[in-house]
């Protein structure tokens, strides 16, 4: 039996590598994942909270976990229906939580063990929730660091993205490098594992339950589709010149204050000098240059467009019709906005973004404020 370090090893490297995965289901019979798994999720806040069962963490054994590896080998192991609780949202509304049994906690967190090492290496660098060593942190450090010179925002906010997780999609997505029929339908019965609330059975038709272990991880694998989409698509499609072209009536200014200069007229020289500030040195609306950047934090994405807004509106239609037809997802009207990055700020992660612009602040005689992204606490916070 492989310790669970080489199982997990063996999984980084043929995801590394792009080759596909054949033989996941037999993992499943390893103990040593099972006490790995335990070891991550025993002290959690959940494990005493029991689901439609009183199974709770206090009736952990190495007998139970030999009981459900017996259960697997048989292909006898089926997932209990996930308790529903309503937790509050400060909008007012609810949100739907599933509380899994301990054993289904258990033989997610194994799944999850597998299915992580095997995708994380294939992620998108631009995809920043649920993920080990990236986060909040990591997300906003990569718009402030490399997002300079953006003209405008674009937030795409999906609607209850959790709950309408295609089942289908999901199961063919997994079957694209997962070749085991057997651990597909293992993750297709958690799916459809449905839900108790009030003692009345609920049919789960699409989503993964929030509250589910694995639920995070499947979400980064379906919306991997965006990301290569978003990558592979829009980005090239919107992204062209090195630079930008240098701005005529700047041009104008430099050979005024040189030629101020040789007659040394510094009255005139301090007068240039102060237009000169007020006028970008490369042309704003340069038709050759164009640049799209993109963020993801679980459902939350930002796209940062250099360009004019009715190509920017036509970003926000492409994106809205690649997750309706291909993910059947929607974008929330009254959260997916295209705002100015100068005269406005977008919402992500729990900040306001904007573009800074101060032709008066200057460092060693350049303009070092203008165009850098500025991340502020809203003041409601």
Request: net charge positive.
């Amino acid at each position: 039996m492989q310790s669970a370090d080489t199982v997990l090893g063996i999984l980084r490297e043929r995801g590394r590598r792009g080759l596909p995965c054949s033989e996941l289901y037999r993992q499943m019979f390893n103990p040593q994942l099972y006490l790995v798994a335990y070891g991550r999720i025993y002290s959690n806040k959940g494990a005493m909270t029991p689901g439609v069962s009183q199974e709770t963490v206090d009736g952990m054994s190495l007998g139970k976990v030999g009981r459900i590896i017996d259960a697997m080998r048989h292909e006898r192991y089926r997932f209990s229906p996930v308790k529903r609780v309503h937790i509050p949202k400060k909008n007012g509304k609810t949100r739907p939580l599933g509380l899994p049994t301990w054993s289904d906690k258990l033989v997610g967190e194994v799944m999850r063990l597998l299915l992580e090492a095997f995708f994380e290496p294939q992620f998108s660098d631009r995809s920043h929730g649920f993920r080990p060593k990236r986060g909040c942190h990591t997300a906003l450090t990569e718009v402030g660091n490399t997002w300079t010179g953006t003209t405008w925002f674009i937030e795409g906010d999906i609607s209850d993205c959790f709950g309408s997780i295609d089942h289908q999609v999901v199961i063919e997505t997994l079957a694209e490098r997962i070749h085991d029929g057997r651990f597909l339908r293992l993750v297709r019965n958690m799916l459809e594992a449905g839900y108790m609330e009030d003692w009345t059975w609920g049919a789960t038709l699409s989503g993964a339950p929030q509250g589910g272990v694995l639920s995070p991880l499947l979400s980064n694998i379906y919306l991997h589709r965006l990301d290569s989409f978003v990558e592979k698509v829009l980005i090239p499609h919107n992204t062209r010149g090195r630079s930008r072209a240098r701005n005529p009536a700047y041009l104008e200014v430099v050979n005024a204050i040189a030629r101020a200069r040789k007659r040394g007229d510094r009255a005139e020289v301090r007068s240039l000098r102060k237009q000169q500030r007020s006028i970008p040195s490369v042309d704003p609306n340069d038709p050759g240059f164009r640049r799209l950047r993109y963020a993801r934090y679980a459902d939350d994405t930002l796209l940062g467009f250099i360009g004019p807004r009715s190509e920017a509106e036509e970003i926000k239609r492409q994106l809205a019709v690649f997750l309706r037809e291909d993910l059947k997802l929607e974008l929330s009207p009254e959260k997916t906005l295209i705002t100015h990055a100068r005269k406005g700020t977008a919402s992500f992660l729990g900040y306001e973004i904007t573009v800074q612009h101060n032709d008066r602040q200057a460092t060693r005689g350049r303009r070092t404020a203008n165009g850098s992204i500025a991340l502020r606490v809203p003041a409601k916070v």
